[in-house]
């Protein structure tokens, strides 16, 4: 299947739609209880919003570039010095965003860096939104990288939108990053300092349980009652009783002698 390729332009409280099929830049509005302040209030209210507007307009899918809008993301410019200490001066500024996900890039320029950030929980749904119906997200570019003659105010214009178009290729070379690992890239840095800090801690607990471990099983021992030894059961002995054994009474012999004798003495008298 052959696809086309358009342009998304995201502002605040809208988008702005344009491929080669259509007569001109459709516009997509929202309202607050969907996206405000460029926080995403209710997803799959935003989603079905989309799906809405693309069925409506019969729109076909493509391939697809979100260009931000300069109401959408925030910027600063910074030298290029060895005396300047970038990493804690884009801290201290990105510290300043609400937004939970932050997402940030820095575009070398002839006069030094610049860093853009966002909230890309924003686009992140907006480009969710239209895969869900066959889009492919090919980048995610904020307007500035597009050059100085691609200016809109408003809104997105049918000429600017064939520009951004022809630049489809730049626009790809300079995405913010548009996958879901987003935040292993471009990772806001106090969520990064946050991790190592805790890292460091972790490191520094462990000794100390060690020693605290050791400590409780020698007072453990030392507090302990020494064991003391069991006496052992004395055997039980059953006198048995013994009958004893009948005494036979001995039964005088009579001799024939004997009783003749006893006659002839009375005889004799």
Same mark, same amino acid.
């Not at 076909?60 to 990493?87: A, R």
């Not at 990064?192 to 805790?198: E, N």
């Not at 048995?240 to 039964?251: K, L, N």
């Given at each position: 299947?052959?696809?086309?390729?358009? =342009?998304?332009?995201?502002?605040?409280?809208?988008?702005?739609?344009?491929?080669?099929?259509?007569?001109? =830049?459709?516009?997509?509005?929202?309202t607050?209880?969907?996206?405000k302040d460029?926080?995403?209030?209710?997803?799959?209210?935003?989603?079905?919003?989309?799906?809405s507007?693309?069925?409506?307009?019969?729109?076909?899918?493509?391939?697809?570039?979100?260009?931000?809008?300069?109401?959408?993301?925030?910027?600063k410019?910074? /030298?290029?010095? /060895?005396?300047?200490?970038?990493?804690?001066e884009l801290?201290?500024? %990105?510290?300043?965003?609400?937004?939970?996900?932050v997402?940030?890039?820095?575009?070398?320029?002839?006069t030094?860096?610049?860093?853009?950030?966002?909230?890309?929980?924003?686009?992140?749904?907006?480009?969710?939104a239209?895969?869900?119906?066959?889009?492919?997200?090919?980048?995610?570019?904020?307007?500035?990288?597009?050059?100085k003659d =691609?200016?809109?105010?408003?809104?997105?214009?049918?000429?600017?939108?064939?520009?951004?178009?022809?630049?489809?290729?730049?626009?790809?070379?300079?995405?913010?990053?548009?996958h879901q690992?987003?935040?292993?890239?471009?990772?806001?840095?106090?969520?990064?300092?946050?991790?190592?800090?805790?890292?460091?801690?972790?490191?520094?607990l462990?000794?100390v349980?060690?020693?605290?471990?050791i400590?409780?099983? %020698?007072?453990?021992f030392?507090?302990?009652?020494?064991?003391?030894?069991?006496?052992?059961?004395?055997?039980?002995?059953?006198?048995?009783?013994?009958? /004893?054994?009948?005494?036979?009474?001995?039964t005088?012999?009579?001799?024939?002698?004997?009783i003749?004798?006893?006659?002839?003495?009375?005889?004799?008298?």
């Amino acid at each position: 299947m052959a696809f086309g390729k358009s =342009v998304i332009f995201l502002q605040r409280d809208k988008i702005n739609y344009y491929d080669n099929s259509l007569p001109g =830049v459709l516009t997509l509005s929202f309202t607050p209880d969907i996206i405000k302040d460029l926080e995403v209030i209710n997803p799959p209210s935003l989603h079905l919003h989309i799906k809405s507007f693309i069925d409506n307009n019969k729109i076909s899918p493509s391939q697809t570039l979100i260009v931000l809008s300069t109401n959408v993301y925030f910027e600063k410019d910074f /030298p290029d010095s /060895p005396e300047f200490h970038q990493d804690s001066e884009l801290q201290k500024y %990105i510290d300043t965003f609400p937004f939970e996900n932050v997402s940030t890039k820095i575009y070398k320029l002839a006069t030094g860096s610049k860093l853009l950030a966002t909230n890309s929980d924003l686009y992140q749904n907006i480009k969710s939104a239209f895969e869900k119906t066959g889009f492919i997200i090919e980048a995610v570019v904020p307007i500035i990288v597009l050059g100085k003659d =691609v200016a809109i105010a408003d809104k997105l214009d049918e000429f600017s939108a064939k520009t951004i178009l022809e630049r489809f290729d730049l626009a790809k070379q300079n995405s913010l990053s548009i996958h879901q690992d987003l935040f292993s890239q471009n990772q806001n840095p106090k969520d990064k300092k946050g991790k190592k800090d805790d890292n460091l801690t972790l490191i520094f607990l462990l000794p100390v349980l060690f020693i605290l471990i050791i400590v409780l099983v %020698i007072l453990y021992f030392r507090t302990s009652p020494a064991p003391q030894p069991q006496a052992l059961p004395m055997p039980s002995i059953t006198e048995s009783q013994v009958s /004893p054994s009948p005494i036979e009474t001995a039964t005088p012999t009579v001799f024939p002698s004997m009783i003749l004798n006893q006659d002839n003495t009375g005889t004799g008298d």
